[in-house]
C-alpha cells in the first residue's frame, strides 16, 4: 500500500522576504505535518518594512492553478489569503464550489503588518457577501473584523458579540485574534457555528517586533490540522498554540529593518 500525504492547498499572494502569504503557509505546512500546494494570486514586492507594489496574476491563470491542483492532486483542507479584486473573488469561488473541499478556511486579508492596505475597496462588499458564507471558518484580526462589520471595536469585553456578528447567522465560524487590543492578557475567541460555543484561547502577549505573518500563519495551521482530521476545536486549539510558540521562539531573532518572521521551525531547529 502506498502512502498518502494529508495535502494543504494555499491560495495567496506571495511574499518574497519569506515571512508571510505564500511562504509562509508553505512553512506552516510543513511544519505542521502536511504536503502543501499553493496557488499564487499575485506578486507581491514587499519585505519587513512596508509593501512597494503588488502584481496580479490574471484571473483565468489563478484558476488555471486551483484547477490543475485539485484535478490531479486533491486537497484536504484550503486556506484562502489575500483575494485583491471582486473578479478573483468570485472566480475564486465558482472554482473552489465544483471541488467537494469541507475545509476551507479563509484568512480575509486586507491590512499588512505593516499597516499597507492590499484589498480594493470594492472587493470588500463581494467578500462579505460572496466567499465569506461559503468558507469552515475566517480568521480576522481586530482592523479586518472592524472593515466587515464597519464599526470600531473597543475592548476584550466585545469579542464575544462580534464573533456571533460576524458568523453570517451561526453559520461560519470565526477566530478573532486580539492581538491588536493593549491588553497584557492575549485572549483570541473562537465561535465555532457548528456547535454554537464560544471558546476563549488566551495567552501571554509577547513584546516583539517580529509579528510579519503571524495571520498567514496562524490560519495555515487551522487549515493544516483540520486536513489532518481533527475536530474544528482542536484544529482551532492546537494552531493557537503553533503560532504562540513559532512568535516566542522566533522573538530573539532579528531578521531586516521592520517587523520580522516567527521561527515556523521552532520544533526542528534552532
Not at 32 to 40: D, L, P, Q, R
Not at 54 to 82: E, N, R, W, Y
Not at 210 to 233: D, E, K, Q, V, Y
Request: net charge negative; hydrophobic share 40%.
Amino acid at each position: 500500500m502506498k502512502k498518502h500525504y494529508k495535502i494543504a492547498l494555499s491560495i495567496a499572494g506571495s511574499d518574497p522576504s519569506g515571512g508571510a502569504g505564500i511562504q509562509a503557509d508553505l512553512k506552516t505546512f510543513s511544519a505542521c505535518g502536511c504536503y502543501g500546494a499553493t496557488v499564487i494570486v499575485a506578486v507581491v514586492d514587499e519585505n519587513t518594512v512596508g509593501v512597494t507594489d503588488v502584481h496580479p496574476i490574471p484571473v483565468p491563470f489563478v484558476t488555471g492553478q486551483i484547477k490543475s491542483v485539485l484535478d490531479d492532486i486533491g486537497a484536504d483542507a484550503v486556506k484562502i489569503g489575500m483575494l485583491h479584486s471582486t473578479e478573483l473573488i468570485l472566480a475564486v469561488k465558482k472554482t473552489l464550489l465544483n471541488y467537494n473541499i469541507k475545509n476551507l478556511v479563509l484568512d480575509p486579508v486586507m491590512v499588512a503588518t505593516s499597516g499597507d492596505k492590499l484589498l480594493q475597496d470594492e472587493a470588500i462588499e463581494t467578500l462579505k457577501k460572496e466567499l465569506i458564507p461559503i468558507v469552515r471558518i475566517i480568521t480576522p484580526n481586530i482592523p479586518e473584523a472592524e472593515i466587515l462589520l464597519g464599526k470600531s471595536i473597543k475592548s476584550q469585553k466585545d469579542l464575544p458579540d462580534v464573533v456571533k456578528e460576524l458568523s453570517f447567522g451561526n453559520k461560519v465560524s470565526v477566530m478573532l485574534k486580539a492581538g491588536h487590543l493593549s491588553d497584557e492578557k492575549l485572549t483570541d475567541v473562537f465561535y465555532n457555528a457548528e456547535t454554537d460555543e464560544i471558546i476563549e484561547l488566551t495567552s501571554e502577549r509577547v513584546h516583539t517586533k517580529n509579528t510579519h505573518g503571524t495571520g498567514c500563519t496562524f490560519s495555515s495551521a487551522i487549515a493544516s490540522f483540520l486536513a489532518h482530521g481533527l475536530p474544528l476545536n482542536e484544529a482551532v486549539r492546537q494552531a493557537k498554540d503553533y503560532i504562540n510558540k513559532a512568535i516566542i521562539a522566533g522573538a530573539d531573532y532579528e531578521i531586516g529593518k521592520g517587523h520580522g518572521p516567527v521561527h515556523h521551525f521552532f520544533k526542528y531547529w534552532e
